[in-house]
């Protein structure tokens, strides 16, 4: 991983000297716009929508969009006259419980490293972190730009996850939003559907449970074409039942693994047992398979 920011945390007077890393990459396959009657990439060229002109990057300045709708140039000038951020710490603010951060907020993650001379108060901040069950929340520059972000425990190491101002989160309006004051949840539906919930339910999640159907399929569907072998078609799923069906087809699904998974474990756990026993070496002499001696 390539560094991307060194620093400290900061909170009261203890200082944590730091490096941050992006701790998440993009496995999206890559594409190419082509021209489909050769098969040449596709380029862009950076017009003037007025003169139709290419433009060079020296002749490129920037544009932003008042309040009233106008276009408003700054120069270099009119941008370093903003206050400068160049602070080189994460300073924390506050400490909150794990579940008070909502993760619609979160933004980009970044795994954080202490530099050799902070390791003893980095992990102190993390086992301490870990053991009240808190989420600090702290201000940091990055790129020249001020923002809020929360410093968690992730396995070992504490991780900086950037947040989204509150203006950035949209506000959910739904038609069926507006009957809500109506809706009467029915009491079986609820039952059955916190009975799935249960038969489906685990402590941790485990990541390693899923696949990125999309991109195996993709990568598949890539190699079949430039190998000439056809690709299978996906036949489209049945009709769907009503929800009290499904829930209990759900429900009764559920049992099922679990009981399958919990017979093998048990019949493995067995097996595991009979085998020992077999080892297990005589008591007192009476061994019923000890060899005799020859005279």
Known sequence: MRMVW???ISFGLVSIPV?????TENKNVPSHQIHLSDGGRVQYKRICSIDGAEVPYEEIGRGYESA??????????DLAALPAKTSRSIEVISFLPVQAVDPIYLDRSYYVEPEPQGAKAYRLLRDALRKRGR???????????EIVASLR???DVLVLATMLWP????????PFQASEDEWLTPSQELAMAEALIDSLSDEQLDPGRYRDVHRETLTALIDAKATGTLAQDVQPGGATPDLLSALRASIEAAKQRRSGNGGRRRAAATSGTAKKRVKKPAQNGREAGSPRKRG
């Open 6 to 8: 060194r620093g400290t």
């Open 68 to 77: 009233t709708g106008e276009l408003v140039v700054l120069s270099d000038d």
């Open 19 to 23: 490096r941050l890393y992006v701790a």
């Open 167 to 174: 203006d950035e989160v949209r506000e959910p309006q739904f």
């Open 153 to 155: 425990v992730h396995d």
């Open 135 to 145: 989420v600090a929340v702290a201000k940091v520059t990055l790129r020249d730009r």
